[in-house]
T-cell receptor, first 112, second 111 residues
Framework: DTEVTQTPKHLVMGMTNKKSLKCEQH?????MYWYKQKAKKPPELMFV???????INESVPSRFSPECPNSSLLNLHLHALQPEDSALYLC???????????FGAGTRLSVL | SQQGEEDPQALSIQEGENATMNCSYK?????LQWYRQNSGRGLVHLIL?????REKHSGRLRVTLDTSKKSSSLLITASRAADTASYFC???????????FGTGTRLQVTL
């Protein structure tokens, strides 16, 4: 099973809402990633978790708050977002044996 | 920015033709990977080439790597409509195990 599952697929939220994105994998991977992707652009790395600990934060604004409750699950908590945060949010995982990342299908986020 | 560059930005070909896209990067690397992204979906890993390799094949894909020029190319032979997607190169350098993506090439294959 090489699947990374992201929920929800689509999310519309107002600037005062609080919502969460969820990512799950059962491949036993211990590294998990959040990316943000704008239209016609490459993915931009936001956060990296390694063995459930935050190892990289690419200077992401505090309105994005990641959480890794266990080795299979990664959340991204959203609060007080801006319209420019509208994007496709991708989760990925990587096994310890190599550098290949497995991506979920993404959450399409619209901030109104 | 350490982001790599890809060219062309967009490529339109007919089914059965070959498609070549190029990637240039800026730093020494451990490996270079190619990913495909169908419209609005997640990325799918296609192929990985290590820094000590010069060429690699996988099915209809051929990847070359020239570390002296810091460049790579992806050739898709006998293209199909289903190959229509965006293609990204991504490099891994040092010990960080994070991908640095190129700007991407949008490939359109028409019948």
């Amino acid at each position: 099973d090489t699947e990374v599952t992201q929920t929800p697929k689509h999310l519309v939220m107002g600037m005062t809402n609080k919502k969460s994105l969820k990512c799950e994998q059962h491949m036993g991977h211990r590294a998990m990633y959040w990316y943000k992707q704008k239209a016609k652009k490459p993915p931009e790395l936001m956060f990296v978790y390694s063995y459930e600990k935050l190892s990289i934060n690419e200077s992401v604004p505090s309105r994005f708050s990641p959480e890794c409750p266990n080795s299979s699950l990664l959340n991204l908590h959203l609060h007080a977002l801006q319209p420019e945060d509208s994007a496709l949010y991708l989760c990925a995982s990587r096994g310890s044996a190599g550098d290949i990342q497995y991506f979920g299908a993404g959450t399409r986020l619209s901030v109104l | 920015s350490q982001q790599g560059e890809e060219d062309p930005q967009a490529l339109s070909i007919q089914e059965g033709e070959n498609a070549t896209m190029n990637c240039s990067y800026k730093t020494s690397i451990n490996n270079l990977q190619w990913y495909r992204q169908n419209s609005g979906r997640g990325l799918v890993h296609l192929i990985l080439i290590r820094s000590n390799e010069r060429e690699k094949h996988s099915g209809r894909l051929r990847v070359t790597l020239d570390t002296s020029k810091k460049s790579s190319s992806l050739l898709i032979t006998a293209s199909r409509a289903a190959d229509t997607a965006s293609y990204f190169c991504a490099t891994v350098a040092g010990t960080a195990s994070k991908l640095t993506f190129g700007t991407g090439t949008r490939l359109q294959v028409t019948l």
